[in-house]
């Protein structure tokens, strides 16, 4: 990776954590029962699609290619996640260290 400030990985980055979020989000829908908990889930999802298309702005990319996007299945999510190698888990109990 290049040598850039902090920030500037912030916004290369964001749109796609953003991104996974809002496609999990709806993917998720079909399996919630309660209208409380769809309307809430709902709530969210706007939100994160309002800080996912402001980071693409950002980022000099479209902030919204197409009026509806469609939902990914878990597995999917999961996959692209793994891929990224951002999270990954550990078999121990130790704290995490500061990345800032």
Not at 13 to 20: C, N, S
Not at 54 to 71: N, Q, S, T, Y
Not at 88 to 96: A, D, I, N, R, Y
Request: charged letters at 20%; glycine letters at 8%.
């Amino acid at each position: 990776m290049p040598d850039l400030p902090w920030f500037a990985y912030a916004i290369l980055l964001a749109p796609l954590g953003l991104l996974l979020g809002v496609a999990a989000y709806k993917g998720q829908l079909t399996r919630i029962r309660s209208d409380r908990l769809v309307a809430t889930v709902l709530s969210i999802h706007a939100v994160e699609a309002r800080h996912a298309a402001w980071i693409r702005r950002l980022a000099g990319v479209v902030p919204a290619p197409a009026a509806f996007d469609k939902a990914k299945p878990e597995e999917a999510i999961k996959q692209i996640v793994r891929s990224t190698r951002f999270v990954v888990s550990s078999t121990g109990h130790q704290s995490p260290g500061f990345t800032g």
